[in-house]
């Protein structure tokens, strides 16, 4: 087991509990690690019935990646970001894949890894404390972890509008898409439904979640569903930008200023990458994220909004390209091909 990361067996659940309240649960290689092989021995043990992610605290079930050892190693030639990125792709896929049920509690701040971590299982519990995003273009890199597979199914350009703004979403939200497949009531706790699961005499998990489950408030994409199928059922980002500013409306001058925050070439293969995603198996869409990744981490901006966001925290990350005219279709190919490190394979 890793430090951040505990997993043991309680009754008929494997419990795998991220424990790094300190950086918001984030992910790093060490869990990533660690996360594989609880799986590995619960799929063994014919007492586990089913699987369950947590995160400890209240504040988060996991933020994120765990970016900064990218930073750290640039200009050197370590392998933490092909390591790192390879096996939690590998991860992600293990948790989609997985003969159990998984139960992951998105209670908390859930974006970038830890939503790698849940949204693949086959029980997704959102609560009232839930806030769900994929807030990568806004560090220059892209929505990873298997993502492009989820938001590029969702319905009227929903995925698009997550992938390119990071817009942060509530249990009602999640629900409302399908991200979430159930509500903890609000007088319940993940303790009392993990307890629930621990105690299960069968496998029947949606049985022994159900007296903990309740309806959380009602979400806002909906309410905007109709603007965001106008502006982001684009392929392409001219057509997003020009349909946000024939709008006219608050809603679509702030998204439009948001947008406006991100790194041009993180938009530009995002919707790239949500186009091939549309018609590509779960596997070739991780190994176009891996491609991707890798290309993030050799080129400027990933880099340059880590230092931005977590470095210097300045939150002024200076893109280049500047301009989303400027991000050449040159560039975006780059982000596609196979790299250096070789092409992401699963056994």
Known sequence: MAAGLHWFREGAAGRIVLDRQEVLNALDLAMVRACAEGLDAFERDPAVRAVTIEGRGERAFCAGGDVLAFYDARGTDSTVGADFFREEYTLNRRIKRYPKPVVAFMDGITMGGGVGLSVHASHRVVTERTMFAMPETGIGLFPDVGTG?????????????????????????????????????????????????????????????????????????????????RCFAHRDLAGVLASLDAERSDWAEGVRVELGRKSPTSLRITLRQLELAATASFEDELRTEYRMSQACIAGHDFMEGIRAALVDRDRQPRWCPDRIEDVTEDLVARHFVEPPVGDLRFD
Do not use: K, Q, Y
């Not at 969702?154 to 817009?167: E, F, K, N, Q, R």
């Not at 629930?196 to 408030?217: K, N, Q, R």
């Open 149 to 229: 597979h989820v938001l590029s199914r969702l319905p009227d350009g929903i995925g698009a509008w997550i992938a390119l703004t990071g817009s942060r979403l509530r249990a009602g939200d999640c629900l409302d898409i399908g991200i979430g497949t159930h509500g903890l009531d609000a007088a319940s706790s993940v303790t009392a439904a993990v307890g629930a699961i621990s105690a299960m005499a069968g496998d029947d998990v949606d049985a022994a979640l159900a007296p903990h489950l309740g309806e959380p408030a009602p979400g806002l994409v909906l309410e905007a569903g109709d603007a965001i199928t």
